[in-house]
Nanobody, 128 residues
Framework: VQLQAFGGGLVQPGGSLRLSCEASGRPLSHYAIGWFRQAPGKEREVVSCISSDDSGTLYADSVHGRFTISRDNAKNTVYLQMDSLKPEDTAVYYC??????????????????????WGQGTEVTVSS
């Protein structure tokens, strides 16, 4: 499966962006999808995840209540709506397919190494 992430850009603090992750090659409905980000000089971190059937989501504490993940399996696309953006949200954002259909199980979030296909990343800059 090939993933393409887009929708990044420059936005002022407090603004909004919607990222999209489009897939080709296989139906996205087979996978849980995660959004990750990597800020300059920092390690990549998980931002959000949505299960294959849209029954479960998870969010990093830093984005909870500001970001919303959703999916449209008919369009083979997963979205990340980002509101109330802060300068610390500045990063390159990546989407990836999990090897599982879920984001977490038995209290354990799916670790990054269990995401196998990655998009190329889209850059988000939050600055005035």
């Amino acid at each position: 499966v090939q993933l393409q992430a887009f929708g990044g850009g420059l936005v002022q603090p407090g603004g909004s962006l919607r990222l999209s992750c489009e897939a080709s090659g296989r139906p996205l409905s087979h996978y849980a999808i995660g959004w990750f980000r990597q800020a300059p000089g920092k390690e990549r971190e998980v931002v959000s995840c949505i299960s294959s059937d849209d029954s479960g989501t998870l969010y990093a504490d830093s984005v909870h209540g500001r970001f919303t993940i959703s999916r449209d399996n008919a369009k083979n696309t997963v979205y990340l709506q980002m509101d109330s953006l802060k300068p610390e949200d500045t990063a390159v954002y990546y989407c990836a397919t999990s090897i599982w259909t879920y984001c977490s199980a038995r209290g354990r979030n799916v670790p990054e190494y269990e995401y196998d296909y990655w998009g190329q990343g889209t850059e988000v800059t939050v600055s005035s």
